[in-house]
């Protein structure tokens, strides 16, 4: 049986920076679930549909078909054999992507793709609800967090080193927004799995998070693997 990491936690608290490069280490694969859900929302949105017609998108749904490609460690998404990579990290789709990930259709609809990608390999699958819902026996859980103000400030940095202008109320607003969005929901909302190692990395930093990271799969998994 191949070995499942299920990393959950809410926007910018270091999930995916962390689980790629703990998986690299590793050997393992890393999933970016937030990309399925954000390649979804773009196709609907592209289409003109939004997700107060719950008609369409599920019509829509049955239309599309995820692909997940590993080049070089990295996870590219495809929809309909077109590589949406980047076209899904938007600010326009990060904002509509949590309703969008709200309608049980949706959620439905990803989570055999999601369950059938960490059979086949090693994975360190980041999201929302992998410890709770996708990976419920996953060999290891992690719940990853941080500070709201903390996951901003992350979020700034790393839109300012790509040039893009940065509004630091904006961003926070932004978090704290998706925060409530997807812990509120009722279908399958952000919340940390009975059995999952709270991870808060408010003080920490990229490098000190990961060695956290690793050290907790080699405690649970023990000789195993190594990284
Ligand atoms: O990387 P970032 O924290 O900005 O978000 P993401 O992981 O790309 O996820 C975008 C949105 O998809 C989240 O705000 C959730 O609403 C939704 N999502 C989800 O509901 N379940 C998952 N397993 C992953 C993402």
Redesign the pocket.
């Known amino acids: 049986m191949p070995i499942s990491v299920a990393i959950?936690?809410?926007?910018?608290?270091g999930?995916?920076t962390i689980a790629r490069s703990a998986a690299s280490r590793l050997g393992f694969i890393y999933v970016?679930?937030?990309?399925?859900?954000?390649a979804c929302?773009l196709a609907c949105t592209q289409a003109g549909i939004t997700p107060e017609n719950e008609a369409a998108v599920r019509e829509k749904l049955t239309q599309l078909t995820p692909e997940l490609r590993f080049i070089e460690g990295v996870q590219h998404i495809l929809i309909n054999g077109e590589d949406v990579s980047d076209r899904?990290?938007t600010p326009e789709i990060?904002a509509v992507?949590?309703?969008?990930?709200?309608m049980p259709c949706v959620?439905e609809f990803?989570l055999g793709f999601?369950r059938d990608t960490a059979q086949r390999q090693n994975v360190i699958?980041?999201?929302?609800?992998?410890g709770t819902v996708?990976l419920p026996h996953a060999d290891v859980k992690i719940f990853l967090t941080a500070a709201p103000e903390e996951r901003a400030r992350r979020?700034a940095a790393e839109l300012e080193a790509k040039g893009q202008p940065v509004v630091f109320d904006e961003i926070l607003r932004a978090i704290n927004e998706?925060?409530k969005?997807?812990m509120s929901?009722s279908t399958?909302p952000?919340r940390q799995a009975e059995d999952a190692v709270l991870l808060d990395t408010s003080s920490l930093d990229a490098k000190a998070a990961e060695d956290a990271v690793i050290a907790l799969i080699k405690e649970k998994c023990g000789g195993e693997i190594c990284g």
Do not use: E, H, N, W
């Not at 959950?8 to 608290?13: K, L, W, Y």
């Open positions: 959950d936690g809410p926007a910018g608290a999930k995916s970016d679930t937030g990309a399925i859900y954000r929302a899904i990290r990060s992507t949590s309703a969008f990930a709200a959620r990803l999601q699958m980041d999201g929302r609800d992998i996708v979020r998706r925060d969005a997807d929901r399958a952000l």
